[in-house]
């Protein structure tokens, strides 16, 4: 199959605002590649078009992607062809590897025409939003392989990877899908959450009674025990067991021999509060994956730097028995009996508003970033973001200096999208860079903030009304615009000067009412940041 027939369908998925409409698209494309009988053409694709590369990170960023070699008049190129290029660029490695790199994504993309050199730079900057989500990628491989769409996200739900079940899918039909079954050591795709604005809320949406645990600011961590074996894994359910041996030791003190369980690894202070969550993360960064002997005496010097604790939330499985489609209270039972309090993340089983709202101030009083509502009756359902789990955290909100943008791609091409943000330094008159966001744009709020910003770019316009010098790039503005925005928190940061950055940021409004000497000081972001 030729790349150009992924990037066109690609374009035109992107294109098409009817769900429907988006799922025959991909269904006829991945049709046309079950014809041809390669089961790992069909997962590619499918990884692809769900913005996604089998091979996770290959070590090519925004930066590698600015300057690339002019489009080819016609397409040659096949999926397979791509494919293997991006397999040879994440195995590059040691002195001259950036070079080399370079070299190889130079070649793939001389050898794409325009609209597979779009659809390449898109994947793999991360920035593929074509409204082709898990949902839709699961109903177009159904409508495809003319299987039930309920039997496909099932099957990708417990088999963790929705290409590998598309493939099996497309290539053996139905009764490949019954092979999907929950199995320890092979990871599933973590149960999600839906938002609640506050308690309330959340005890309303889940019938007026709910289980509140408390969220923890930790990372997320599936854990599987087979007898004496176990195997950690990530949200994304990247393979970290030998990251984390506190976590393999306590899953190994439980008193079973099998288990899969949905946890929370975390940096704890002394005092018991959270450690920032970056300082978490570092832990996940060091030593190799499974096996890695050789970075043994790193790991163990992280820990002794840096230990983490380990708090158990759900149960998915224990010793033969399958837990998932069993209510929330009789998971959290069966988790109970094995696992000690001091190890369970806190909880409240409430239908009182205040006694939640109690729970909740406790909790954030505690460090952490807010609180869980699960639905008593609940099944667990892996893999999606289902209605019976809300998640309760305080928004912090900033009004910043917009300082840069960043022109879009892909549906956004032709917008001004990606918005540098500052804060106000009283003690220069300037502003303190804080990060950047596309997140909360609005179709309507990117046609008003293109003209906007053309008129405050520092630089003139060439004749077609882009920024001279900066196609492609990005346009320094003249630092008036006052736009709000939510956040999160404020992390700890190298790559900006003030040494903080903004976390989850997006937009909610811009402030044509405030001046930027009316805009928040780095004072107020700092202080943010210290509470």
Known sequence: MLLVAVATTSAEVGAVPARSAKIARIAKLLTAAAVEGDPELVAVVVAWLSGDLPQRQIGVGWAALRTLPPASAEPSLTVSDVHATFTEIGRVSGKGSQARRSELLNALFATSTEVEQAFLRRLLSGELRQGALVGVMADAVAKAADVPAVEVRRAAMLGGDLPTVAAAALTDGRAALAEFTLRVGRPVGPMLAQTATDVDDALEKLGGTAVFEAKLDGARVQIHRAGDTVSIYTRSLDDVTVRLPEV????????????????????????????????????????????????????????????????????????????????????????????????????????????????????????????????????????????????????????????????????????????????RDPANGGFVMLGKTFKGMTDEMLAWQTDRFLELADVPTDGSGRIAGFSGGVVRLRPEQVVEIALDGVQTSTRYP?????????????RDDKAPSEADTIDTVRTLYES
């Open 498 to 510: 003030g040494g903080m950055a903004l976390r989850f940021a997006r937009v909610l409004r811009y």
């Open 248 to 423: 393999v030791e306590a899953a190994l003190a439980l008193p079973v021999q099998d288990l899969i369980a949905d946890a929370e690894a975390i940096a704890l202070r002394p005092d018991g509060r959270p450690h920032r969550f970056q300082v978490t993360a570092s832990r996940f960064g060091r030593g190799g994956g499974k096996g890695g002997r050789d970075r043994t005496a790193d790991v163990e010097t992280a820990r002794a730097a840096q230990p983490l604790s380990v708090f158990f939330f759900d149960l998915l499985h224990v010793d033969g028995a399958d837990l998932l489609d069993l209510p929330t209270t009789d998971r959290l039972a069966a988790l109970d009996r094995i696992v000690p309090a001091t190890q369970r993340v806190d909880r409240a089983l409430t239908s009182d508003g205040e006694v939640a709202a109690a729970f909740l101030k406790t909790t954030l009083q505690a460090g952490h970033e807010g609180v869980m509502a699960k639905s008593t009756t609940a099944p667990y359902e892996a893999g999606r973001r289902g209605a019976g789990w809300l998640k309760v955290k305080p928004v912090h909100t900033l009004d910043l200096v917009v300082l840069a943008v960043e022109w879009g791609s892909g549906r956004r091409t032709g917008k001004l999208s990606n918005i540098h943000l500052g804060a």
